[in-house]
């Protein structure tokens, strides 16, 4: 049967498989567990490649070695782990290797707590990690949804041979909901060739490196210029959102990942109130979809970001935004989700403003 | 059609199945459906909850603030969750464990001796599909058949117990159909 | 006409940019010869470390993959782990591997991984700028010992070779040094008996060789060499401290 | 070129050398020194074997093991 | 005599002892390798504690242990050495331990170089590690102002318990001025209690705890707002910015640290050929300063940021900014330095636009 | 009336929130009769690991910072050095010590650090649920080695205690257990060994524990402490690995 | 209750209990067993001597020293 | 008064302590001054070059991409710097080692043999001092005094190599105002 329940964790496992990921290497950390455990069973059954690292250092810096010699490869953890990474991600996106790492986020800062959260987005989209670059951050809002773009991840990572961060909350990697894993688009999963990788030199003329180093200013700018114009085209061939009663929206709520689907009930409950509300859903973070915010500009009262944290998309709402409507803020943090109720309260607020 | 089913009781009880059965089910009936559970280390000894939501619409936010039914299997989950059920929505209480009045008088309730139910049956563990019967004899949500697949489903490799569970879900049926009217505390 | 002696096809035609008499000179050649001996330049994948070495991606004729600082057996595992029939190496001086790459080191060893670790100790961070490295000596000043190191406030030197070889992982583990002919010969046998336990898949080979700083130290190259012989060997004995290739015999 | 190597023993890639002199201390027959006269394109004097001294070369190999910047190809 | 010529570096570790620091843990890293060893010549002399740690991981949670036992505490690296700290960092800030961070940035991502950049800015004022919280991050411009920052640094550091950090590049820690050490205000050397540290208990009746767990979401999401007040306080009394010849200026060039010093002569050329330019120029980049852009937004044609990197502090000027203005953008990166010339080029091509 | 045995003031009175018949709590209590006992609990500051014992900070009677994952030896390190006079402890688990903090424990070893370490090993990822730990032991089935630990794949198990002994700024370092009334006399001894180094100045102490983890070993708290006999004790030989007390006498 | 302290000798702080039976697997003298009566604020059978047996303790403190959880003081 | 000096040659040349030679002095006389290195393990054996202003106003940004003075220790230097100076500056060339010639015609060049001087001062080293002796001869920014506290500051701990350097230094002065105007390659 196509459909199968699963959590999200397990979602995200099965579509790397799928997507021929054989290689994943990881470190034990809530609430992501789900991935290492799939993954450890999963993948003796496929002959793929297990690892529990030493430590998310390490675990990064295998994917580094994995990924550069050609593999396809993943790496989960949770925001503190993902912390932790960060030098290595700035290599992996410096040195031009593939990989989709997923952060499945939790309260923070610091130890925090284990609940879901979404207070990893600046470093997600703005770059934890030292040096200009990017990751293409790609947030999920169902289980299916969750299959899809580990898909796409994949995908994107080899086109651009840039590392794809897939953003998660707590919720989402533990919730259950069905997967229809036929209906993905398969194509995704073809894996090319990979001329560069450093697959040992064999009959090739040329020996393949894989480096981020540069000691010549003029020769590492060039190189980060390269690599931005790989950005600017994934801008243009990678944003993806979605829009819900955006049409005739009054207000409209702007939210990611699982909360965009509290939104979304908010929505359903203004809407008995007679309140337009509509919705952005960014599904890439980065590059962060302004399209959506200049469609609805002329008609909207305002913006409403909506997240759980101290307040930290909205600042790429404002920036799409720039200037032509108020944007307002609601968030909750630490564990603690939005609900419903107090989104049509902020509404009510706005609303009542001037 | 939208349920919005809250679980809860302590850990060993098995509400997680309780809720994946539900799911499975509704699933198999061709409905949206999500599944929510508590998770951590808090869990170890502590209290145990999850949400599912069962619905002919796809399911908006995973979390429940406004339930359609709470079944509480301890006095916390009762004294927890209680406030969240919309109005004329269902309670279920594990009257085995649970002395304690409920509060709301605009809401459906029963009280069941499950785990008494249980102890007849020959083995404790299978309270929750008794509670899984009680509810499926009162809310007529999913398929029977889904059910009975679901069962084989969540006990996939534990396939000895299925018997005994499908006949505590019976016997929660029973019970709820024969005396249901009796145990209504409005 | 014999050739006595001709640089290895193992080496790039790029000039070394080592400093005068720095031995990573001839510890790479040495690598280098061992790979094109044993035939494995074409399936060797490399992995430079950051340190003077760093451009080591330069100069092994293989291909290769440059490392985060001290991240190196981290890298050759994920390579290994694709493709378990390469070769695969790391080269890595005494800050990168015995510094911030402990957990890596000790991890990789531990695992058994089936590569080859390269190791060279010079008791100093060369590239930095002649710091502090965990294998200096006692009373050694550096930039960040200007008094020379005290255990009390600096700790001890750590041998890594002992440390390594109570690992069960360890296939092969051995320390020798360049300071003179003799002991560069020796250290080639050792070089090739690490690559061998790879090839024969025995798991996790090190080779710590005890290496000069000239610049760093504040010598002459061979008053460093002499200074190795002196002074590193005494508090790092050479030899073989782990060896499961003889198990074979 | 076959022709010279032939004539020669010992043969410097002068330009890689950095006068380390660590050739000149391996040497057992001491007859290697820096040509003093000469600086190469990096700057260095580099290791050098008079004429004269040639012929007491016993081709060990010993300046090419211990050279670090493979400046040394000895041919017997 | 009260002036001495000193390196960015050294005057950073002088100023750091003259504020009472008596514990630095570091890394060694170019280039900032001056400061660990002035720091492991002079601490020794003034009775304090010099410690090499054995990475950076390392280090950054040695300042949490010294800072939480009630030490001023410094460290200091570069790039990819604080991209390694990101989860110390949020552990520091999460549990309100303060101490001073001095990023002397380098050309990146990954191993990248080593020459002077400023690529790091998302990483210093958004925050790499995960979780909700902010460093006050102050940007010199000239060595005696490094002096006087990283004085103020140790100061706000312990006002607010939360780290802070000194943002250079390479350059400014490379590069000899005078300072003058006479003129800094002294008060902010003056240590006050600190109550909350890890002292051992001793006669106190209370256990002291240093700590960022806390499971429970209500409590988490608490400790959480709590911190944000002190942002927010912060946000009013910790603004700090420059500016030059901004009444007239028909543009307004955006820069900070030594960039800024280069916009200068910039100005000085541009008024040469009748072109009145101005400068606001953060030192503060968090908070970061809005006020100068909303004094100037009325007369000003547009704002020109420039940054060694490829764009990262413009987006703060755009939230700044609001959409009342155009906001370019001119950079170099990799180790490039942006030259007046060029500059001055970006600025015609603006004027000419409209 | 003679109090034979009662509560030590060591502990604050926040109950254990450790599942039924877990060891750590054994540990918990020696350590803390240790510190009132030797007087120290006024000066003491306790580190915190990442791991199960995560909430160490609510249970032991002095003043206590909660460490990142690994990082206790270097957040004490950073007390130490503003606090030398004081009494400093991190209390880890094998996850947190032999896996992501084994570069922080191998250095401050390695610098004779004046602190004591209290290492449980209890061979399993307790907090996360139950995945493979570096001490995990062969063919043992864990989330993570759902087929059992294999050393082709996964490596082999560490002796922390053998290790740290090749280190020279190791002063005391002891392993022990908890499994029966003698042994965990036995671990108070050693425990009570460590601290006194520490106060005695002479450099960094650790006490391994075999522990136990009823929950993810999946056995009774009785099974599981013959597991710690049974199986653990063969692999990780009981004793005192370094003893620089002894030089005293 | 220094009076109900004399007369017992070994002290179960009954809520602590988690009914994990190592004191019980510690007495030489078995006179230990779980409480299957009661439950504690926890919800486990605490530990407990019957009256019967405490006699028969020998005040040796092995439950007290085994128990995980500080529930037991013994007194002699 | 604004004086954007690069010194630049090969490294062991004493490149980095003629800028600061220069730059002490400044600060001494009450100036403004900026000193910048190349730094980096480039310069080992490499090149080496420092930028040093010295100004009545504060300085703006320390690099030098308008250089009044430079002072060629070797070619490299020549061939990379000869073109920063702006119309009217001041080029100096360390004719020993430098044999190409020049190519600007709009600046002021000098030719020094510096080497050989400091050959006859029997110390090659000094060579560095010498030149500082010809642009003090030439450019009269800073005083005498302050340059020769400069050179006390400079050797610090070497004090025993600060009377030969004065002595270099007066014979870079003594040689420049006997024979500049010969050397004018204008
Ligand atoms: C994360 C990080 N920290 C620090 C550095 C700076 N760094 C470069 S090389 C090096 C040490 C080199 O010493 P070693 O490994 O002993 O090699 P050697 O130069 O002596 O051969 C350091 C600390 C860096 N590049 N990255
Ligand atoms: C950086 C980081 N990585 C991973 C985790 C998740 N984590 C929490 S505890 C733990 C392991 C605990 O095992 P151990 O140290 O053996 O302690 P035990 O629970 O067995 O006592 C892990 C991986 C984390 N909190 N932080
Ligand atoms: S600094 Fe030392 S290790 Fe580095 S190249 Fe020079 S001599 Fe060799
Ligand atoms: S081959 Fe031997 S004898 Fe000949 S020059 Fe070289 S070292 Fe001397
Ligand atoms: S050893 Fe090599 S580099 Fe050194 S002097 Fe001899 S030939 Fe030149
Ligand atoms: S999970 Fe294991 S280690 Fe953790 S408290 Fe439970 S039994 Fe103890
Ligand atoms: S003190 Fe000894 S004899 Fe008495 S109950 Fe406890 S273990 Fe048994
Ligand atoms: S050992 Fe302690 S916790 Fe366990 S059963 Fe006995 S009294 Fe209860
Ligand atoms: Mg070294
Ligand atoms: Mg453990």
């Known amino acids: 049967m196509a459909k199968v329940l699963m959590k999200g964790n397990e979602a995200l496992a099965e579509a790397a498989i799928q997507a021929g990921c054989r290689h994943y290497f990881g470190y034990p950390i809530t609430p992501q567990n789900e991935v290492t455990a799939y993954m450890a069973k999963r993948m003796p059954e496929v002959g793929g490649v297990f690892l529990q690292a030493e430590s998310e250092v390490s675990a990064i810096n295998m994917v580094y070695g994995a990924g550069g010699a050609g593999a396809r490869v993943l790496i989960t953890s949770s925001s503190p782990g993902i912390s932790l990474m960060q030098e290595g991600i700035s290599y992996i996106a410096g040195a031009e290797v593939p990989c989709v790492i997923a952060n499945i986020m939790r309260g923070g800062p610091g130890l925090g707590g284990i609940q879901p959260s979404q207070s990893d987005y600046f470093q997600a989209t703005k770059g934890g990690g030292h040096g200009d670059y990017k990751l293409i951050v790609l947030a999920p809002s169902t289980i299916q949804e969750m299959a899809e773009l580990v898909q796409q991840a994949f995908h994107i990572a080899d086109k651009y041979r840039n590392p794809v961060m897939i953003l998660g909350d707590g919720m989402l990697g533990q919730m259950m909901e069905p997967v229809d894993f036929d209906i993905l688009k398969k194509e995704e999963n073809k894996i090319e060739e990979k001329p560069w990788a450093t697959t040992g030199k064999g009959t090739r003329n040329k020996r393949n490196i894989i480096n981020s180093l540069e000691l010549d200013p003029q020769i590492l700018e060039k190189h980060n210029i390269e690599i931005f114009k790989k950005y600017q085209k994934a801008a243009k061939e990678e944003v993806r959102y979605e829009m819900t009663n955006c049409e005739e929206a009054e207000i409209i709520l702007v939210a990611y990942g699982t909360i965009a689907r509290v939104a979304k009930n908010a929505i359903e409950i203004a809407k008995r109130e007679n309140i337009k509300v509509g919705l952005i859903r960014p599904i890439s973070l980065w590059p962060f979809p302004e399209e959506p915010f200049k469609k609805t500009k002329d008609h909207v009262k305002a913006y409403l970001t909506i997240e759980m944290s101290m307040g930290q998309m909205i600042e790429d709402v404002k920036i799409a935004v720039n200037g032509q409507k108020e944007v307002y803020f609601y968030g909750r943090v630490g564990g603690m989700v939005p609900e419903p109720m107090a989104i049509l309260e902020e509404i009510k607020k706005i609303r009542g403003k001037k | ?186 | 006409m014999t050739v006595v002696f001709q640089k290895t096809k193992g080496l790039t035609d790029t000039p070394f940019h080592y400093c005068p008499g720095c031995t990573h000179g001839i510890v790479h050649r040495l690598v280098a010869e061992t790979m094109e001996e044993l035939g494995v330049l074409d399936k060797a994948i490399g992995v430079a470390p950051v340190g003077c070495a760093v451009f080591a991606y330069e100069y092994f004729n293989c291909d290769m993959q440059e490392a985060a600082h001290g991240r190196a057996p981290a890298v050759a595992t994920g390579i290994k782990r694709v493709h378990p029939d390469k070769i695969v190496f790391t080269y890595q001086g005494d800050g990168d591997l015995a510094a911030i790459g402990t957990a890596e080191t000790v991890h990789a060893a531990a695992r058994g991984e089936n590569i080859t670790v390269i190791f060279i100790n010079n008791a100093i961070y060369g590239m930095t700028g002649g710091q502090m490295a965990p294998t200096s000596l006692i009373g050694q000043e550096t930039l960040t010992t200007p008094y020379g190191r005290k255990p009390e406030t600096n700790g001890y030197p750590i041998k890594m070779c002992e440390m390594l070889s109570t690992l069960e992982g360890a296939a092969y583990i051995e320390r020798v040094s360049v300071y003179d002919v003799k002991h560069v010969l020796n250290a080639k046998k050792a070089i090739k008996n690490a690559f061998k336990a790879q090839i024969n898949k025995k798991g996790f080979s090190m080779i710590e060789v005890l290496s000069s700083c000239p610049t760093n130290w504040g010598m002459s190259p061979n008053e460093a060499l002499k200074w190795i012989k002196d002074k590193m060997e005494q508090y790092y004995p050479l030899g073989v401290y782990k060896n499961t290739l003889e198990e074979e015999k | 070129m076959m022709e010279m190597m032939k004539l020669k023993q010992v043969i410097f890639n002068e330009n890689l050398c950095k006068s380390c002199e660590l050739c000149v201390e391996a040497c057992p027959k001491h007859i290697i020194e820096m040509d003093k006269d000469k600086l190469n394109v990096k700057g260095y004097h580099p290791a050098m074997i008079k004429e004269e001294n040639m012929e007491k070369c016993i081709s060990c190999g010993f300046c090419a093991i211990m050279c670090p910047d493979t400046v040394i190809t000895v041919i017997k």
Not at chain 2, 155 to 184: C, D, H, M, T
């Open chain 2, 1 to 186: 059609m939208e349920e919005r089913i809250i679980f809860a009781g302590f850990g060993g009880q098995g509400i997680m199945s309780m809720g994946l059965i539900m799911s499975y089910a509704g699933m198999m009936d061709g409905k949206n459906v999500s599944w929510l559970p508590s998770y951590g280390p808090e869990m170890r000894g502590g209290t145990a909850n999850c949400h599912v939501t069962i619905s002919d619409e796809p399911v908006g936010s995973p979390i429940i603030n406004e339930a359609t039914v709470v079944v509480a299997m301890n006095r916390p989950s009762l004294e927890k969750y209680e406030q969240d059920i919309v109005k004329g929505g269902l309670l279920l209480i594990n009257s085995s464990l649970i002395t304690i009045e409920h509060k709301r008088r605009d809401i459906e309730v029963y009280r069941i001796p499950t785990n008494d139910i249980a102890n007849q049956l020959g083995n404790l563990k299978v309270a929750n599909s008794i509670m899984i019967g009680v509810l499926m004899g009162l809310k007529n949500m999913i398929s029977e058949a889904a059910i009975k697949i679901s069962f084989g489903k969540v006990f996939e490799g534990k396939e000895n117990l299925i018997p005994l569970n499908i006949k505590a879900y019976e016997r929660g049926k029973e019970f709820i159909s024969s005396i249901s009217s009796q145990l209504v505390a409005r």
